[in-house]
């Protein structure tokens, strides 16, 4: 299987997206047979928020919270009931006997070992991105998937939300011409660091910033990147073949292992390059994507996106005297390259949570274990976002081009 077939197995249309999540209404009466049992292994800030969303769909139960934070099976339990059983050993929850599905929001290195558990006790995985820390452990969360037949889906919001689609489906369209960069920014002003009631508790410490810490996380590029790289892979068609990273601890040094700021380049297949960068000390750029190509050019955030087409090069002669004049011209050409200022084509979204990416992402997972079909955000979806993030990691330690084919192996 090549890269363009990998991914575009998994490439649905938005038409098929908005049968999916069409008006469920909280209210729908759902045969018992639809109604789908899910435990919770992570009761953090985002595990939390999927059992929000999963919640919010008709026939969904969570009948399980295993945390090895005490304070969080309070926390869990306001979300779903007082007498929701909980669990301080996942091994224990998978256990119970009347769970159809498992959510996992725990750190990335705990990320293989509570997938490929949760797959051989015979449950349905809904596993929040990244897929593993390693590329040795996202091919055995794929040999899992493979072997017992369960379905496998991950958390890659972007991969479902509206805004995103669209986009995707014009440029697909050709809408842009020939696609050659992406640049994706998810710039913050802030230390990315949680509080912690005791600061002198180291063990509580690496409990609540894991992120911070690499024995158990992938950094910005992981946290944070994952999701533009899906989307670099949905735009090219495949996975890249190389990347060129750098990073470091340059600003914020209060012990964290992982760089406050990373750059990563990935090359793909045919030509096409991504430029993902991550900061924690400017929040000017914010989280955005920008997509070029020959024709037109598209910039998503998280809330609206705009198509732009390729102005013409052609100046005024007003415009072209009063550069030369006042500019800053240092081409032999002598031409203005300004910035585009044109109003552009907004991107249209559904209201409410028809165009909550959150939301639907949890839905396209039901729907999965429901009509046992494949998810589109799948393991091969998954396999190729953490392989990329996993690599980047790499060059960003090691310095200088990683090849992708002398690390990964494409599964069949």
Aim: charged share 25%.
């Amino acid at each position: 299987m090549d890269r363009r077939e990998f991914l575009g197995r998994t490439a649905g249309t938005l038409a098929a997206m908005s049968v999916l999540i069409s008006r469920p209404g909280e209210t729908r009466a759902v045969p018992p047979s639809d109604q789908i049992n899910l435990g919770v292994i992570g009761v953090g800030s985002r595990g939390k928020e999927v059992m929000r969303m999963m919640l919010r769909i008709p026939g969904v139960r969570v009948q399980g919270l295993c945390d090895v934070y005490e304070p969080r099976f309070a926390e869990g339990r306001k979300i779903t009931n007082e007498e929701t059983p909980i669990y301080r050993d996942y091994r224990q929850l998978l256990d119970a006997r009347d769970l159809d599905a498992i959510v996992i929001a725990t750190p990335l290195s705990l990320h293989a070992d509570h997938v490929i558990a949760s797959l051989e006790s015979g449950r349905h995985v809904y596993g929040e991105k990244t897929m593993a820390l390693t590329v040795q452990e996202c091919d055995r969360i794929v040999e899992a998937v493979k072997r017992t037949g369960k379905r496998y889906q991950i958390g890659l919001q972007y991969h479902y939300a509206p805004l995103y689609r669209e986009a995707l489906q014009r440029i697909r369209a050709g809408k842009l011409g020939r696609v050659m960069q992406v640049y994706s920014y998810w710039h913050r002003n802030n230390s990315w660091r949680r509080s912690v009631s005791d600061p002198k508790d180291l063990k509580l410490e690496r409990l609540i910033n894991w992120r911070l810490y690499r024995a158990y996380s992938g950094g910005l590029l992981a946290e944070l990147g994952s999701h533009h790289i899906d989307f670099a892979n949905q735009v090219f068609g495949g996975i890249p073949e190389s990347v060129i990273g750098t990073g470091g601890i340059d600003y914020w040094k209060d012990g964290r292992e992982v760089p406050d700021n990373v750059q990563a380049v990935y090359r793909y297949p045919g030509g096409g390059t991504h430029f993902f960068s991550a900061v924690t000390t400017s929040r000017l750029d914010g989280s955005q994507l920008r997509v070029y190509g020959t024709t037109g050019s598209v910039v998503l955030t998280q809330i609206d996106g705009i198509f732009y087409e390729e102005p013409a090069t052609e100046q005024s002669a007003a415009l072209a005297e009063t550069v030369l004049e006042h500019g800053v011209i240092t081409g032999a050409s002598y031409q203005a390259e300004l910035p585009y200022r044109g109003l552009g084509h907004p991107i249209e979204v559904p209201e409410g949570k028809e165009g909550n990416a959150n939301y639907a992402c949890c839905a396209s997972f039901i729907e999965s274990v429901r009509q046992n079909k494949r998810p589109e955000a799948d393991e091969r979806v998954a396999w190729a976002e953490g392989v990329a993030v996993a690599l980047g990691n790499k060059a960003i330690d090691q310095g200088g081009r990683l090849l992708f084919a002398e690390h990964v192996k494409m599964p069949a």
